[in-house]
């Protein structure tokens, strides 16, 4: 984001996502692909998908983290289980027991100490400002779509409905990136690019196809809940980078943990 514009960004990943998940989908069906056959009801579906949990999560993500703070930013993200179950509620009639709203809110607060370290009297002086605002409408943006897929496209292969939403996505992204594509020259730095590629390889390509197998195999509340995981994975990864890590945050971690556990077992036992 420091090199290029937010649309002009996602575009680039969106070019090198797509050309991962087209060589995924061939390797899979290999010479079916082509004879797999969607409904025009799955298609209207799979482009709200796309529109919802493609172009305005990646644009508002990309907007707000121009200015949220990374603290602010990953505790509004933190909030897609509590948002994701709330639809669930509205539009599937899929009611939480006290269990399972016990482990949401055990799991966001592994979050918030990861977050601050331990010192959680830095909750009560966070500002928030538009940035904020941007993050917590990807949130509810990449929600719907969880409740989207989870609700009409369960009967769909998940790699083909993340190859044709990216298409679809990239698609929104070069349409409407286009003035500043033309206008605003691309940074040849190449730590931009490796970045880029990074995203789209691996983190829309197969982080995507993935998480979308997830929601239509374990059901969109329980998917969003395993995001919480991303701070404490942040945070064992920068070991390697040298950077000092508190005993703190691995203890949030554990919590995040136990929260995933709980909410794991009460759903077991409900069933």
Same mark, same amino acid.
């Given at each position: 984001m420091e090199y290029y514009t937010p649309l002009g960004v996602a575009t680039w990943r969106y070019i090198f996502a797509v050309v991962v998940l087209a060589g995924i989908a061939i390797f899979k069906f290999k010479d079916k692909l082509f004879q797999l056959r969607l409904s025009m009801i799955d298609l209207w579906y799979i482009f709200l998908n796309a529109f919802l949990g493609v172009f305005l999560t990646i644009y508002f993500f990309n907007l707000g983290m121009k200015t949220a703070s990374a603290i602010n930013g990953s505790l509004i993200i933190a909030t897609s289980p509590a948002i994701t179950a709330l639809f669930s509620l509205m539009l599937l009639g899929r009611k939480l027991t006290a269990v399972q709203l016990l482990a949401i809110v055990i799991s966001f607060f592994g979050v918030a /100490?990861?977050?601050v370290k331990g &010192?959680?009297? @830095?909750? +009560?002086?966070?500002?928030f400002d538009i940035g904020d605002?941007?993050?917590?409408?990807? +949130?509810? %943006?990449?929600?719907?779509?969880?409740? /989207? %897929?989870? @609700?009409?496209?369960?009967?769909?292969?998940? %790699?083909l409905m993340t190859t044709i939403s990216s298409v679809i996505g990239l698609v929104l992204f070069a349409t409407f990136a286009s003035p500043e594509i033309?206008? %605003? &020259?691309?940074?040849?730095?190449?730590?931009?690019w490796m970045s880029i590629l990074f995203m789209g390889v691996l983190g829309t390509g197969v982080a995507y196809t993935a998480f979308y197998y997830c929601v239509v195999n374990l059901g969109a509340t329980i998917t969003s809940l395993y995001l919480n995981l991303i701070p404490f994975f942040v945070i064992l990864l920068a070991i390697p980078f040298g950077e000092k890590i508190e005993l703190s945050q691995l203890i949030g971690g554990l919590i995040v943990v136990s929260g995933l556990l709980l909410y794991n077992k009460s759903k077991s036992v409900t069933q």
């Amino acid at each position: 984001m420091e090199y290029y514009t937010p649309l002009g960004v996602a575009t680039w990943r969106y070019i090198f996502a797509v050309v991962v998940l087209a060589g995924i989908a061939i390797f899979k069906f290999k010479d079916k692909l082509f004879q797999l056959r969607l409904s025009m009801i799955d298609l209207w579906y799979i482009f709200l998908n796309a529109f919802l949990g493609v172009f305005l999560t990646i644009y508002f993500f990309n907007l707000g983290m121009k200015t949220a703070s990374a603290i602010n930013g990953s505790l509004i993200i933190a909030t897609s289980p509590a948002i994701t179950a709330l639809f669930s509620l509205m539009l599937l009639g899929r009611k939480l027991t006290a269990v399972q709203l016990l482990a949401i809110v055990i799991s966001f607060f592994g979050v918030a /100490i990861i977050l601050v370290k331990g &010192n959680l009297m @830095k909750l +009560a002086h966070l500002h928030f400002d538009i940035g904020d605002i941007y993050i917590l409408m990807m +949130a509810i %943006v990449f929600s719907l779509s969880q409740i /989207i %897929v989870s @609700k009409f496209l369960q009967h769909v292969d998940s %790699v083909l409905m993340t190859t044709i939403s990216s298409v679809i996505g990239l698609v929104l992204f070069a349409t409407f990136a286009s003035p500043e594509i033309l206008s %605003v &020259n691309v940074p040849g730095v190449t730590r931009f690019w490796m970045s880029i590629l990074f995203m789209g390889v691996l983190g829309t390509g197969v982080a995507y196809t993935a998480f979308y197998y997830c929601v239509v195999n374990l059901g969109a509340t329980i998917t969003s809940l395993y995001l919480n995981l991303i701070p404490f994975f942040v945070i064992l990864l920068a070991i390697p980078f040298g950077e000092k890590i508190e005993l703190s945050q691995l203890i949030g971690g554990l919590i995040v943990v136990s929260g995933l556990l709980l909410y794991n077992k009460s759903k077991s036992v409900t069933q």
